[in-house]
């Protein structure tokens, strides 16, 4: 078990408090709830920390259009955040709100400390203004193109294009979001975070950050590019005063993670302990920042959209402010919904409330789904018939038929724990089992968790199976209460591992052992405790029944209108005898989307052979586009990390590109014939990658690499002359 003794905190990022929880949310705040109840089971004593944030634009702008006032706003969905999180079993030990007298105080006092610290200047900056609604214009109320790639994007971030934030002033041709005309820039004072003064301290910092790959090195990126100061002020009514100055709130990035402080400040107070032990660890970095003398652990759970704020803003303004540092910092992957985008405007989105606990589906099953289906910084796809197939084939034929078997044949032919031995090599595959089960958490690694434990219900099947308690008990009772008891052992020690996954049914699975208490409260150590021989069972009952097909339809109906009225809302199917004519065809063009990638290149010189005898040596123009046409497609350089053949093609690759994403690109083109395979890794090349997903040969391809073709058989990769980082954009 842990011998650490450090207090450790652990967080979630805070969910806006302007919408219903959905499925995006449960893949932050489950798997950190699994950690936080593995930490206990190691005997860690773990604060767990959330809270709704209530401030920012965002907020502004959903309770505008719903009539009402933010704080009316915030407190329906606040309420709404608790209860979800309540019936997903996932426990805070306290859970707040930013707009909280605790994180006034809070955020006031270390903004004033970054203040009295030289850390905050004041600057007169160009800020958007629309002359139509007379008001200046924060963050989301004003919308233009990206200055670094020239997509649409929106005040503080390019949200559809490269995803950089953007400043006050940065956006070209700015419009009001709220009245759609254009806006004007007007000069105003505000004020900013010496984030450049921490360029050296976020190197070193960076290298001892423990945590997911994917958030320390996507950090690491940022911090080489170079570190711009931020603006920490904004033209609202709705927030955390800035000091002294009339007008302005603290920026929602600056209150939101000081939220974290102050909720622990909240549990302090409810539990007569110290919140300083957390955030006040005794910080004395050395010259070069690293975190050797620090005596707390701060652990962070968060999306992958919020790593820069909280490896690169929030460290660096809680160093300038003298608190302590966060020391792990947990990011998610992505979410889809069968195979698509997560859009809530597209319909591709599942709600936690309305399409799933209400369905009557158990919060246990989205928690296994959750934690297993996929390394936690990779990209978890969601569909119904997935759920099902996954929870049918593990949860019910393998965890749930053992449990089953075992204490059903257990309470009909003894009617308690018959007395028995455990088998040392029961004991020590537990034992084992557990050491593996707790490093994977240690490493972030839910799905090796899951994994883990479910292969030793493989072999508790197999230990149940192979010994025949059903001819035993005709012939030797004895001996056959020998094989129940060391069966009931391994459910004793699986219903203690898999707590932290399926809290509830293994908590039902407890009291049917004939165990009393929590089992939330028992230790991993517990496991391997043998089993009290005459203990009454208590009645067996099925812990997990199959999703039935039926059942699964109907999720899959309601799934595809939702779809369908979002896109006819957005204008994007036009009528429904398109969707007819689009069904029709659907499966003919996927029995010819391999031939088409077979005959690419010869399809590309027919075509221009057919051009040269209809024209002659003219070049057939196809039809002019604007601007706007062209910054439709999204080219972004790439480099070649891999590149393998694909089995039903001879004219196919399958190729691996990174483009600045937490996660390669997988990319099928016809360039085989062109080059060897060898001979394309490490090349840095041009890729579309806006372009929809396609399947070739069975392969799924997420963009395309652009080549030239002379036609006559001469073809070669668009390269850029000079070595650029994966992820620039092609402008």
């Given at each position: 078990m842990s011998q650490?003794?450090k ?13 219903m929880?959905?499925?995006g ?5 489950v798997?950190?709830?699994i950690?936080?109840r ?10 767990f ?30 309420k709404?955040?608790?209860?979800i999180?309540?019936r997903?079993?996932?426990h ?8 909280d ?11 004033q ?6 850390y ?25 193109i ?20 953007l ?9 009001c ?17 010496k ?12 290298e001892?950050?423990?945590?997911t ?50 909720f622990?400040?909240e549990?302090?107070?409810?539990n007569?302990d ?25 652990v962070?759970f ?15 303004m809680?160093?300038?402010?003298g ?8 990011a ?10 997560f ?9 936690v409330?309305?399409d ?5 589906f ?13 390394s936690?910084?990779k ?5 119904w ?18 449990f ?41 690694e ?25 001819a035993?008990?005709k ?9 129940v ?30 165990l ?9 150590e517990?496991?391997?405790?043998p ?20 059942k ?12 369908h ?44 052979d057919?051009?040269t ?18 910054f439709?497609a ?27 994403e937490?996660?390669?690109?997988q ?13 394309l890794?490490?090349k ?24 030239a073709d ?11 002359d ?10």
């Amino acid at each position: 078990m842990s011998q650490d003794t450090k207090p450790m905190i652990v967080t979630c990022g805070l969910p806006y408090a302007n919408g219903m929880a959905h499925l995006g949310h449960m893949r932050t705040y489950v798997p950190a709830d699994i950690y936080v109840r593995s930490q206990r089971k190691q005997g860690r004593d773990v604060v767990f920390i959330c809270g709704s944030d209530t401030h920012g634009t965002p907020v502004v702008v959903n309770a505008e259009k719903e009539g009402v006032t933010p704080k009316e706003l915030v407190t329906i969905y606040h309420k709404h955040f608790l209860d979800i999180f309540t019936r997903m079993g996932v426990h805070f030990d306290a859970y707040g709100t930013t707009d909280d007298e605790e994180n006034h105080i809070r955020t006031t006092e270390i903004v004033q400390k970054l203040i009295d610290n030289d850390y905050v200047y004041a600057k007169n900056i160009d800020i958007a203004y629309c002359p139509h609604c007379d008001r200046f214009l924060p963050d989301r109320y004003v919308e233009g193109i990206c200055p670094h790639c020239e997509a649409v994007a929106r005040g503080d971030e390019c949200d559809q294009g490269c995803k950089k934030p953007l400043y006050p002033g940065e956006l070209i041709d700015p419009r009001c979001t709220v009245c759609k005309n254009q806006a004007e820039y007007r000069s105003q004072e505000h004020y900013f975070f010496k984030l450049s003064e921490f360029d050296g301290f976020l190197k070193e910092y960076l290298e001892a950050l423990k945590g997911t790959d994917n958030a320390v090195n996507y950090s690491k990126g940022w911090v080489t590019q170079g570190l711009e100061d931020w603006c920490i002020t904004r033209n609202m009514d709705w927030g955390v005063k800035f000091p002294g100055v009339e007008g302005l709130v603290i920026y929602v990035w600056v209150d939101a993670p000081i939220g974290y402080i102050a909720f622990t400040e909240e549990w302090a107070k409810a539990n007569n302990d110290s919140w300083e032990k957390f955030w006040k660890a005794n910080v004395s970095a050395n010259a070069g920042g690293t975190l050797a003398a620090q005596n707390s652990e701060i652990v962070h759970f968060i999306g992958g959209d919020i790593v820069y704020h909280h490896c690169i803003f929030w460290p660096a303004m809680l160093k300038g402010a003298g608190y302590s540092l966060p020391t792990d910092v947990v990011a998610s992957g992505m979410v889809k919904i069968e195979d698509k985008k997560f859009s809530k405007s597209r319909g591709y989105v599942v709600w936690v409330s309305e399409d799933y606990l209400d369905q009557g589906f158990h919060p246990d099953l989205l928690r296994y789904y959750l934690s297993s289906y996929t390394s936690h910084t990779k990209e978890l796809n969601f569909g119904w018939e997935m759920l099902q197939e996954k929870i049918n084939s593990e949860l019910v034929a393998v965890l749930g038929n053992l449990f089953y078997r075992s204490l059903l044949f257990a309470s009909k032919n003894f009617g308690e724990i018959p007395t028995g031995t455990a088998d040392p090599e029961i004991l020590e595959r537990i034992k084992q089992t557990t050491a593996e089960a707790i490093q994977a958490l240690e490493e972030y690694e839910f799905k090796k968790y899951s994994d883990t434990v479910m292969e030793l219900a493989s072999y508790a099947n197999t230990y149940f199976q192979s010994h025949e308690p059903w001819a035993l008990i005709k012939t030797d009772k004895g001996k056959c209460g020998e094989v129940v008891y060391n069966s009931l052992q391994l459910v004793k020690a699986l219903t203690i591992l898999f707590e932290p996954v399926t809290p509830g049914k293994m908590q039902e699975a407890w009291e049917q052992l004939g165990l009393s208490g929590n089992v939330s409260d028992v230790l991993y150590e517990e496991a391997l405790v043998p089993l009290v021989s005459g203990r009454k069972l208590g009645n067996p009952e099925i812990l997990f029944t199959k999703l039935e097909d039926d059942k699964i339809a109907e999720m899959d109906e309601i799934a595809k209108k939702r779809v369908h009225l979002a896109l006819k809302e957005a204008g994007l199917v036009p009528n429904e005898e398109k969707l007819v004519e689009d069904a029709k065809s659907k499966k003919e063009k996927a029995s010819k989307s391999c031939a088409a990638g077979e005959k690419m290149s010869e399809n590309k010189a027919d075509s221009k052979d057919n051009k040269t005898e209809k024209h002659g040596n003219e070049p057939e123009l196809l039809p002019e586009i604007t601007i706007d046409d062209f910054f439709k497609a999204q080219i972004k350089v790439g480099k070649i990390l891999s590149a393998e053949t694909i089995e039903k093609s001879t004219k196919l690759y399958k190729i691996m590109v990174d483009v600045g994403e937490l996660e390669p690109r997988q990319i099928v083109s016809g360039i085989r014939a062109y080059y060897e395979m060898d001979e394309l890794v490490g090349k840095t090349v041009c890729v579309i990658v806006n372009l929809k997903a396609a399947k070739l040969c069975g392969v799924q391809s997420q963009g395309m690499i652009l080549a030239a073709d002379d036609g006559n058989g001469k073809v070669c990769l668009l390269m850029p002359d000079q070595e650029l980082e994966p992820g620039s954009d092609v402008c």
